[in-house]
């Protein structure tokens, strides 16, 4: 199977939803564990990536019906889980900022709301998309504790969070 057909098939939203099925068993232990210890959600932080983590962006099917800008299956369930569960949320994307308004309508059709923040890269003043997410992380998190920040690429995930979710993605690499 090639690559076009993996993506068309729908086996790649398929291992998506299954990756975002273990990160939410996870995340519900993690949260019963946080809970025994009067952990103060409010002080702590998911991250979610945008494309090809919440919103699918290349031409994909799931269950016979295409995704194409639509929610990956499985990331709007984690999405309000965690957010129900009291911890802030932000987006960070390698997004263009001058798409900042779109990225915000686009995730609040989606279901997507009731997060803290969003971010997009301003890429006339940094280039790298990996080096400006770690920047970002890492200034959030002299705010709060990062729990978890969820990725289609490494550069989403790093040390400044205690757990990193590294969703599968063989169409592009930032």
């Known amino acids: 199977m090639n690559l076009n057909e993996y993506r068309t098939s729908g086996k790649y939203l398929e291992y998506l939803h299954v990756q ?5 068993e996870f995340m519900t232990s993690l949260i019963a564990n946080m809970k025994k210890t009067n952990a103060d959600f409010s002080k702590c932080m998911i991250i979610f990536d ?39 949320i932000a987006f960070i994307s390698a997004r263009d900022v001058s798409a900042l308004q779109f990225s915000a309508q686009q995730l ?33 998190s002299g705010q709060y504790k990062i729990v978890a920040s969820i990725g289609d690429q490494i550069g989403d995930i790093d040390t400044n969070c205690d757990y990193g979710f590294l969703l599968f993605n063989p169409f592009y690499k930032v």
């Open 20 to 24: 975002y099925i273990g990160i939410l």
């Open 50 to 88: 945008i494309d090809e983590t919440c919103i699918a962006n290349t031409q994909s099917t799931f269950r016979g019906k295409s995704f194409y800008k639509k929610s990956i299956p499985g990331a709007l369930s984690l999405f309000n889980y965690v957010r129900k569960a009291g911890f802030k």
């Open 108 to 140: 609040a059709e989606l279901g997507f709301r009731g997060y803290s923040y969003i971010f997009h890269q301003d890429r006339k003043k940094e280039p790298d998309s990996n080096n400006w997410k770690r920047k970002v992380r890492k200034h959030l």
